[in-house]
């Protein structure tokens, strides 16, 4: 989707955008989409990269915490691999069959007078897929994805292999065999502490987010940021953005809002359509008026 002026700003709207993730926001946790998703990359660190088993699920956990996706840790830690393979074996086995239209949630996003964008770590078929299911494919003006924050010409080349790409040599997708050991180290919320760095772009971390404000045109200071992830929602808030917790009807510190469920957005955010409701009235207000006038002429 190409972003542009082509949705019509109600004036002095509060906001200007409303930037949604997908997995477990505009759709439940208990879907069983993201507990398949995690089997799955667990199967992918075992069958393709050759990790020992009994050292997967710790790890797998470890880097999603560090580095806010698994592959942006396996990258980081000298794992070598194709981006496309990695996302047709974790998602192309997903029970999207489990995803059913929701009505509920198109009328409330059609109803929404301002932009609205998805922001997903996820590559563009999954997001693709799960919108199809969902039957939200022309609520939203744009999305960032995996590949938007990532381009393919640089799918599995970090930036120290470049020069080997410029030679015209294939690199290895045999892990690495000096791998660094995630375990003796830790990670802070916004930063690393004597972490290797990803190549992959993705949220949680703030180069993510000011790319995806250039890509979409997006005020952080004019927009409603929805996520399931406390993560991502500090960084979003550090950034600039107001921030929603999706999934949790406690608002948790350094977020805004909490909404346990995506359907309650109108009741904990009225504010987003004061602007349409008071744009109604004024010009039914005036219509009344101009009916009036007429008949006592």
């Given at each position: 989707m190409e972003y542009g002026d082509s949705y019509q700003q109600v004036p002095n709207s509060k906001y200007e955008c409303l930037l949604f993730d997908v997995d477990d926001t505009l759709y439940p946790l208990n879907s069983g989409l993201s507990v398949q998703c995690t089997k799955n990359i667990i199967e992918f660190m075992i069958q393709k990269l050759g990790i020992e088993e009994n050292k997967v699920p710790e790890l797998c956990h470890q880097l999603y915490v560090d580095y806010g996706t698994t592959m942006a840790g396996l990258r980081a830690i000298g794992y070598n691999f194709d981006y496309d393979d990695f996302h047709s074996f974790v998602h192309g086995r997903l029970p999207y069959e489990n995803l059913k239209p929701d009505p509920v949630l198109r009328s409330l996003l059609h109803s929404l007078p301002v932009r609205k964008v998805i922001f997903s770590n996820a590559d563009k078929a999954h997001v693709g897929r799960v919108l199809h299911r969902l039957?939200?494919?022309?609520?939203?003006?744009?999305?960032?994805?995996?590949?938007?924050?990532?381009?393919?010409?640089?799918?599995?080349?970090?930036?120290?292999?470049?020069?080997?790409?410029?030679?015209?040599?294939r690199p290895s997708t045999i892990p690495s065999t000096e791998t660094f050991n995630i375990g003796d180290h830790s990670c802070e919320p916004n930063g690393f502490s004597g972490l290797p760095k990803s190549p992959v772009v993705c949220k949680p971390f703030e180069n993510a987010f000011e790319q995806a404000f250039k890509i979409a045109g997006i005020n952080p200071q004019k927009t409603l940021f929805l996520d399931d992830s406390i993560r991502n929602l500090q960084t979003g808030k550090h950034m600039g953005l107001h921030t929603v917790q999706v999934g949790l009807s406690q608002r948790k510190k350094g977020v805004d809002h909490a909404l346990e469920s995506i359907?309650?957005?109108?009741?904990?955010?009225?504010?987003?359509?004061?602007?349409?409701?008071?744009?109604?009235e004024e010009v039914r207000y005036s219509g009344k008026a101009a009916i009036e006038t007429s008949v006592m002429a």
């Amino acid at each position: 989707m190409e972003y542009g002026d082509s949705y019509q700003q109600v004036p002095n709207s509060k906001y200007e955008c409303l930037l949604f993730d997908v997995d477990d926001t505009l759709y439940p946790l208990n879907s069983g989409l993201s507990v398949q998703c995690t089997k799955n990359i667990i199967e992918f660190m075992i069958q393709k990269l050759g990790i020992e088993e009994n050292k997967v699920p710790e790890l797998c956990h470890q880097l999603y915490v560090d580095y806010g996706t698994t592959m942006a840790g396996l990258r980081a830690i000298g794992y070598n691999f194709d981006y496309d393979d990695f996302h047709s074996f974790v998602h192309g086995r997903l029970p999207y069959e489990n995803l059913k239209p929701d009505p509920v949630l198109r009328s409330l996003l059609h109803s929404l007078p301002v932009r609205k964008v998805i922001f997903s770590n996820a590559d563009k078929a999954h997001v693709g897929r799960v919108l199809h299911r969902l039957g939200l494919e022309d609520c939203f003006e744009g999305v960032i994805s995996f590949e938007t924050l990532n381009p393919t010409n640089k799918s599995n080349i970090s930036d120290d292999e470049v020069d080997t790409e410029l030679r015209g040599a294939r690199p290895s997708t045999i892990p690495s065999t000096e791998t660094f050991n995630i375990g003796d180290h830790s990670c802070e919320p916004n930063g690393f502490s004597g972490l290797p760095k990803s190549p992959v772009v993705c949220k949680p971390f703030e180069n993510a987010f000011e790319q995806a404000f250039k890509i979409a045109g997006i005020n952080p200071q004019k927009t409603l940021f929805l996520d399931d992830s406390i993560r991502n929602l500090q960084t979003g808030k550090h950034m600039g953005l107001h921030t929603v917790q999706v999934g949790l009807s406690q608002r948790k510190k350094g977020v805004d809002h909490a909404l346990e469920s995506i359907h309650n957005i109108r009741e904990a955010l009225p504010e987003l359509w004061e602007a349409t409701i008071k744009e109604s009235e004024e010009v039914r207000y005036s219509g009344k008026a101009a009916i009036e006038t007429s008949v006592m002429a």
